[in-house]
C-alpha cells in the first residue's frame, strides 16, 4: 500500500474521531478484520486518540490521580502503536517476500512500517493546524503563523510521500531490502522494569 492509499485511510480515521471528538468513544472499525486497511485505520485511530491523550495530560489544573490514569493510558497507547508498526512491517516484509534482493541492496534508516506511522503522525499535524488557521478566537497574527507552518507540514506530506513510495518500489525492485529491529520495549515488561519485577 503506498503513501497515497495511507493518506486516504489516515484522514478517514482522523475525521471520523472528530465526529464526537472524544477519548472515551467506542471504536467501530470499518474495514474488514484481517485488511490492511484495516490495521492502517486502526493505527490512525490509536495516533488520534493519544493525540489528545497528550493535550489532556497538559492541563495545568488536572488533578494528581487523573494526570497518572493518564500517563498510563499513554503508555498502553505507545505500546499499541509499536505493535500495530510491527504488524504494518510483518504485511510490507510478506508483500515483498518473493523478491529477488540484488547483492549491492541497501537498507533504509526507516522500516516502512515506522515510515506509515511518520506519515499518520503528519496527517494529524496537518489537521490539527488546520483548525488553528480556521479559529474565530484567535488574531490574524497566529491564524498567519499557523498558515506558514500548515504550508510546510503540506510540503513535508508530499516529500515524505514520494519518498516512501520511490522506498517501496526500491524494495520491489531488489535495490534497497527490509530489515526490521522490533522495539523491544521495556518499560510494559513485567520482566525487564525493575521498578516491576522487584516488586
Known amino acids: 500500500m503506498k503513501a497515497e492509499n ?5 484522514e478517514k480515521a482522523i475525521t471520523d474521531y472528530h465526529v464526537k471528538d472524544d477519548v472515551y ?3 467501530t472499525n470499518p474495514f474488514e ?3 490492511i486497511e484495516c490495521t492502517m485505520y486502526q493505527k490512525s485511530w490509536i495516533d488520534t ?8 495530560i497538559r492541563d495545568p489544573n488536572i488533578e494528581p490521580a487523573a494526570g497518572m490514569d493518564m500517563k498510563r493510558k499513554i503508555d498502553e497507547s505507545n505500546q499499541n502503536r509499536t505493535d500495530v508498526v510491527e504488524q504494518l512491517d510483518d504485511y510490507y516484509i510478506s508483500l515483498f517476500n518473493n523478491v529477488s534482493i540484488q547483492s549491492n541492496a541497501k537498507l533504509n534508516t526507516e522500516s516502512p512500517g515506522w515510515v506509515v506511522d511518520r506519515i499518520s503522525i503528519l496527517c494529524l499535524k496537518i489537521y490539527h493546524m488546520q483548525e488553528q488557521v480556521a479559529r474565530t478566537d484567535a488574531d490574524s497574527n497566529h491564524k498567519q503563523q499557523c498558515l ?12 515524505l510521500s514520494a519518498s516512501f513510495n520511490d522506498l517501496l518500489d526500491e524494495i520491489q525492485k531488489g535495490e534497497k531490502q527490509i530489515k526490521v529491529y522490533r522495539q523491544m520495549k521495556m518499560y510494559n515488561d513485567d ?3 525493575p521498578i516491576l519485577y522487584k516488586k
Open 25 to 27: 468513544q467506542s471504536f
Open 33 to 35: 478484520e484481517g485488511t
Open 148 to 159: 506558514n507552518k500548515l504550508n510546510i507540514l503540506l510540503e513535508q506530506k508530499e516529500d
Open 6 to 10: 495511507c493518506i486516504k485511510i489516515f
Open 191 to 193: 520482566t525487564l522494569n
Open 49 to 56: 486518540v493519544q493525540w489528545h491523550y497528550e493535550d489532556i
